[in-house]
């Protein structure tokens, strides 16, 4: 018997590895041109690995269950855009207005989003629930930042609290994003820098030092 080189295992298994991770990406990208066909519903597993040409098995194994796609690919997305160059740049509503831009940008990913935040609230979808809760949280945190670091500059109103503001930006660019999805006729960069003018000093009131 010819023993096996260290070497050449270690050269095999790191291909190995690098081809299931190749293959899982692309699985991730061609998610969305199936849910832009599809919807929700229509999305399975195997219809996700008939489009794309694999075996339903292969699918079930890089992912295990459609929630578990469908998470994995708007936690994908949500770190392209967070590893765009801009991502940390501008005021609360150019991270609004940059997220939901790049949410656009991709046919179904909206629709996605806005279908996996319905199925988190059903009961029993505890897996959903706990991502869009934390997802939340997150976002929260990064415009409430930003909301103070405009408060600091003289650009966010002194009066209010920003934990709340921030809430309520989330809020907005959420439906005017559910608005534009539905029949395209909301106008989130408007109506974004309508709530930017909104939570500004009022005129002629300086700014708190």
Avoid: C
């Amino acid at each position: 018997m010819t023993d096996r080189n260290p070497r050449q295992e270690g050269a095999a298994k790191r291909g190995k590895y690098a081809k299931g991770l190749a293959r899982r990406q692309q699985i991730i990208d061609e998610v969305l041109t199936v849910y832009d066909r599809l919807g929700f519903e229509g999305t399975s597993l195997r219809a996700v690995a008939e489009a794309i040409g694999v075996t339903h098995p292969v699918l079930k194994h890089h992912f295990g269950t459609r929630e578990q796609l469908f998470l994995e690919v708007l936690q994908e997305y949500d770190r392209r855009f967070l590893d765009s160059p801009d991502a940390d740049d501008g005021t609360f509503v150019d991270l609004v207005r940059r997220s939901a831009e790049h949410s656009m940008r991709v046919p179904g990913l909206m629709a996605l989003l806005n279908g996996m935040v319905a199925h988190a609230l059903e009961a029993g979808n505890d897996r959903s629930r706990a991502h869009f809760s934390e997802r939340y949280a997150d976002l929260r945190g990064k415009i409430q930042s930003l909301l103070e670091a405009g408060r600091a500059a003289g650009t966010v109103r002194s009066d209010i609290p920003l934990d709340e503001a921030a809430s309520l930006v989330l809020a907005a660019a959420d439906g005017l994003s559910t608005q534009w999805l539905l029949d395209g006729s909301a106008d989130l960069k408007n109506g974004l820098l309508l709530l930017e003018r909104l939570l500004a000093p009022p005129a002629g009131r300086a700014p708190a030092s």
